[in-house]
């Protein structure tokens, strides 16, 4: 059998094995190297297993990874979350759907501290959603709006899987992450304007909260924002202006998140203990998933399937939107039942040579991916931020309600990507500018 051949039955063991609950880094390990042990001999799989781990790990760009996370953990634990919700409401809550809306705000400027879409979830469930089903709030429009907006994570930097993908796509990952905001805040918009106009047409989804703080009280509030305003200025700002590269700005931000804890009074010895426990853990358990993706990088392009597939797609003579709706089918398929960084990691060794044969812009791909790849979070039957909620969050709403909940803000998610599709200078444009 060809090496094109043996690759196809290694992804289709691969698949089998991922449907039996096998470890994401254990399938891919595993089945790559068997299929460079059958390709290439044992010589070239023992050596791959050898070398990859460290050329991963001591790579400089992926210290990004661990800094981002760690930032995010410390402004999770120190509890700056709070200050962002309670301004977001004072604000905005005069609003149909006000305190919805000044959660998927509030999701916004979290996202600018944070860099994963899970943590997001967590830190607004607990916050928002049991606030808002005591003012009377529809309980799938309650966890259906922390649920969406916990995907902005993935796009405002600091973003995890805009590392990754810049780093395997070989794409400037600066860039990538300045990329994400203009399409972070498009959805934000977005989203609040479909919860806007359902609670003007019902507003039983809704009650209008009979809260009316002064303009002192709204003021007073916004400043309290100041620590996540200081963390989003000193990672984005640092990657814009060309202080800092994009591991650089990741350094800079978790130092930036120990001082606003301590000059807040939070930075206590469990805050400290806690963020450095979830930033191991975390950290430990991507970098095992990607060392088994690398490994799967190595098979198959020593196998020739991406390139194989890439001039096949090629010979079909599709023009770029076609293919990327195609890509975009896809993602949507699977993301039904992979998560978020295993679906990347499984998808781009193959989709990469194919977007690159095509000449797409590698930083507008970057941001549809990650997009596509973040309504999988959302949609039956894995969607995990809705079960991240249910965990948080109990009794208190059950899983039928929040996915039905998400059904319009998933509709809401494809408006918006039709507008970064057809639109391209939406994601392009802002790291242009930095050039």
Not at 134 to 160: E, H, M, N, R
Not at 264 to 292: K, P
Request: net charge neutral; with cysteine; hydrophobic share 60%.
């Amino acid at each position: 059998m060809s090496a094109i051949g043996i690759s196809i039955l290694a992804i289709g063991a691969m698949l089998i094995l991922l449907a039996l609950r096998v470890p994401l880094g254990v399938a891919l390990g595993s089945v790559s190297l068997t299929g460079l042990f059958i390709t290439h001999g044992p010589k070239a799989a023992m050596g791959a297993l050898g070398d990859t781990p460290y050329d991963f790990v001591a790579h400089w760009s992926l210290a990004a990874i661990p800094m981002f996370l760690l930032m995010g953990a410390v402004a999770y634990h120190a509890g700056l979350t709070g200050s962002l919700l309670r301004a977001a409401k004072n604000w905005l809550n005069w609003l149909p759907g006000g305190l919805a809306i000044a959660t998927t705000a509030a999701s916004a400027g979290f996202a600018a501290a944070c860099g994963s879409s899970i943590v997001s979830v967590a830190a607004m469930s607990r916050l928002a959603i049991p606030e808002m089903i005591k003012l009377g709030y529809d309980k799938g429009l309650a966890a259906g709006c922390v649920a969406a907006a916990g995907t902005l994570a993935a796009l405002i930097p600091p973003s995890i899987l805009m590392v990754i993908f810049g780093w395997m796509a070989e794409a400037p990952i600066g860039k990538l992450l300045i990329a994400g905001i203009l399409p972070g805040l498009l959805t934000a918009v977005i989203y609040s304007a479909m919860i806007a106009v359902r609670c003007t047409l019902d507003p039983s989804l809704a009650p209008r909260s009979k809260e009316s703080p002064s303009t002192k009280e709204k003021f007073e509030s916004l400043a309290k924002t100041w620590p996540l305003i200081a963390l989003m200025f000193g990672v984005i700002g640092g990657i814009y202006t060309g202080f800092a590269t994009a591991t650089e700005a990741a350094a800079l931000g978790a130092l930036l998140a120990f001082v606003v804890a301590l000059l807040t009074g939070q930075l206590t010895r469990t805050v400290v203990r806690e963020s450095f426990l979830d930033t191991l853990q975390s950290s430990a358990s991507i970098f095992f998933i990607v060392i088994g993706a690398v490994l799967l990088t190595r098979f198959l392009a020593l196998s020739g399937l991406p390139m194989f597939l890439a001039q096949e797609v090629k010979a079909l003579d599709l023009d770029p939107t076609t293919l990327v709706l195609c890509v975009g089918a896809i993602y949507l398929v699977l993301g039904m039942f992979l998560e978020t960084l295993g679906l990347l990691l499984l998808t781009l060794p193959i989709l990469i040579p194919i977007f690159k044969l095509y000449n797409l812009d590698m930083v507008w791909m970057g941001v549809l991916v990650v997009k596509f790849i973040e309504i999988g979070m959302l949609t039956p039957p894995i969607g995990m931020h809705v079960f991240v909620i249910k965990t948080t969050v109990g009794s208190q709403v059950s899983v039928p309600a929040i996915f039905r909940g998400l059904f319009w803000f998933v509709i809401a998610d494809l408006m918006t990507i039709g507008l970064l599709i057809f639109f391209p200078a939406i994601s392009t444009w802002l790291p242009s500018v930095i050039e």
